[in-house]
């Protein structure tokens, strides 16, 4: 707030066409925001569709990796255009950055919304190619999901410098992993911004809400998920069960409203004030909600959909008393009926264990950490 010097630079996504003349005149609004459409041409739009034609290049025999011929598999993965956005956004923020340079504009630290995906490398190539004495961060505002390789770096990206110089991560339980690929890499761990909330009260064992079913970004996963707790004893008794869909992916289009029970009732709003007096939280997969619901003391039940959670949980070693991960309708009804069912002292234990673990998955906001940033 009290640096004038920070400028924010958005990538506007998902906004309908009538949308977009108003929404980039409240942007303009703003002296601390900056378009990169400002700063991009015909000849940069030109040069990102010739992409098309720039990538036959690649379409060639490669030596062996061991025993397996690639190439075919290369030129296939050349062929898929369901990325087509991303690999033009990727290519026009690397002609931001060329394009800012010469200018002669001097950047002290650029801070990417590091995912590792197309996107980031076109950000990130620019930025290090064409601003060589700037420092280039990363910031990784999210948790451990091990499904997703890209989000820890390899070498061939740390030598070829499509990555930032420094990935900072939310918690110490993220370093090492970041590093699984590649020891080189600069990780530092930064302020868990997004989940500050979770340090400013207490969690007691007193909560009005039975379960809670979060559900995620993946269509297929967030249907199995609610359709298995559906399918339950405890589903089909008429008790009141609460579900918190994804903000981006409504529950109409995951499934028929005429196949949700009466008694399964949709949530809105802050998931922190509905998680910190909820018992129970059911999800699966790839959902930051499931690492915020234990921070709050919550019990975790996961249907088997994703095998990754498992590994997941173990890396981050959470105490197997926290959650279950169910198999079959029968366990989950077991486990729904053992964590409702718990003592009092079992859930002040959980909570405790919640509590000391908590810091070493979510950095708490302080100036210090903040530098990292400026």
Known sequence: NNKKNIYFVPTILNVHILKLPKLIKQIRKN???????DFINFSDVSYAFNYFFRKRKFYTNYANYKIWNLSNLVKEEFSIYSNFQAILISILNYRFAKNLSSKSIKLKKVVDWFENTTVDKGWNLGFRKFFPNTITVGYQSYTLYRQFMCKHPSKAEHLNKVIPSEIVVIGKAYKKIRKEFCKKIKVSV????????????????????????????????SKKILTSIIDTKYGQSGKIIFIKPHPLLPLSKIINKNLIPKNFVELKGDFFKIAKNTKIIISAGISSSILEGFACGCAIIMPNINKNDHYNFEYLKIPKTSYKICKNTNELDEKINHFLNEKEKNIKKRIIKSNLLKTNLFEKTSKRNLQLFS
């Open 190 to 221: 930064g302020p868990a911004l997004r989940f500050d909330h979770l340090f400013s009260q207490k969690f007691n064992t007193r909560r009005k809400r039975n379960i809670l079913i979060t559900l995620n970004l993946d269509l297929t996963e």
């Open 31 to 37: 002296k601390n925001f900056i378009l990169k459409e």
